[in-house]
Each structure stands twice: as structure tokens, then as C-alpha cells.
């Protein structure tokens, strides 16, 4: 099956948007200084980090509303605590909707992992044990939220540094049954998948072909960081060369899927972050 034969199942909620970066305050002065003075943004969409303008108003809003009215954007969160056995908190779902209508993005994710128990977060992003429990769990909560918002989500893959005892299963698998029983979508991060691939022996590109395409909303890129033996998902470094060429395996077995760099900390020149974007755009046409 071709490329575009397999993108053509992809669901109307989920379209091409082409290549996208996290949208960062340190870059808002360049983003609209290029805007004003009629400049070419070279950017497709603008990927939003939900938390950070879940508030009742002021600065932060009028930057997105800003941002917004430049490019498409989509909704991607770490809080929403999907995997853990705490209720759902309605108060963030609350909030979350409200960010969603003021926004209208093409969708939302956030990750698959849990992030808190007995109402205190962790602040990190805690994998699951991959077991027909954890599936039933997760997909329940995951159809209430969708339910809740009037809309599909994505869950996206953590990178992981250990395994637990309780797998009954490799990850690919317990991801993608998730989103079958949930009937969700995936965001697919490419270099967590190379980071847990070298944690734990496996090899990258069968957990890519694992991959139902028609359920893969948005891919992820960012650097990662080598702590031997062990990478870390770190999001301060260029795009390694692996991960550039795991991109473009995926690309070929899933067709066109849209793309977001991912640059959280030593955050760079907004010009260093569009150079990843044109790597990842030429990618993207020889591949397509």
C-alpha cells in the first residue's frame, strides 16, 4: 500500500496541516514583528500548549488570540492525568472546552501516561503497564472525555526508561488497542519512539509499522539527550540525524500526517527552530 493510499483513510477531523512548531512566548515578538511587516511565516500551524492559557484572561489570551488569527492551530496538553485511577477532574475539562471553542483548533491531544494520584501531580509523565486492564481503564476514560468535549482526541507515546513486571504486551500494541476501543487518535511521537526503541531493545521501525495509519492524527520531532546507557526525551537539541531518518520511514508507511518540531528548554532563535522546519518540509516532498 502506497504512502497516500494509507493517508487516505485518515478521518476529516485530522487533515494534512503540513509542518507546525510549538508556539513559545519567547518567540512572540518575532512571529508578530513578521507578521506586521507583511513577512512570509514560514510555519503551517502553531501547536498550543493547553495549560498555559487555561485562565480567565489578560496577556497570555490575547497572544494566543494573536497567534490564531495567523495560522491554524491544535491543542496539546500534559495534565489531563488520563492514565491514572483519580476521576477525572471536571474543572479542567471545563476549561479545557472553554479553549477549545475560544480556539477552534483542528484537534486536541495529550499524552498517554498518568501524571498524579490522590490529587498531587507528579509534574512528569509516568508510563503505564501494558496490560488488557490498563486498556479497558484508559479507553473508558478516554471515550468520557471525548464525550465531555464533543470531540476525538489524540493520545500521544511517552518515552519510557524501565518496563514493568505486569506487561503482557509491547507498547506498539497496548497504544493501538487503546485508540481502537477508545475510537481515538494518536499523536506519534517519532523520536520518543527512537529514545524507548535504544532504553529498551527494540527496534524503532516495528513499532512504526504497527501503526494504524487512519488513527494518526499529528507527529512529534525533538532532541533528545544521552545519559549512558540511556537517552532522555530532553526536547533541548536539534532533531538527531536517527530520528531525521526514522521520520522519513514513517512518513513512507503512513502517508502525509501532520508535524510539529518540539523545543522546550534552551529554547533557540525562532530562526534555528524554522531550519528544523525546512529539514523536516524537504522530508516531507521527497518522501510524498
Known sequence: MTARARAAGRPE???FLGVGVGLRPVHYREIFERADAGEALPVDFFEILSENFMVPGGKPLRMLDRACSLRPVVLHGVAMN????DPLDDDYLGDLDRLAQRTQPHWLSDHLCWTGVDGKSLHDLVPLPYSEGVIRHVADRVRRVQDRLGRRIALENVSSYMSFADDAMPEWDFLGEIAEYADCGILLDVNNVFVSAHNHGFTPETYIDRMPA??????HLAGHSESP??????HDHPVRDEVWQLYAYTLERLGPVSTSIEWDDHIPPFAVLLEEVEKARKIVERVL
Open 214 to 219: 487512519e488513527r494518526v492524527f499529528q507527529i
Open 82 to 85: 488520563i492514565g491514572s485511577s
Open 13 to 15: 477531523e485530522a487533515p
Open 229 to 234: 546507557p540511556l537517552l532522555i526525551d530532553t
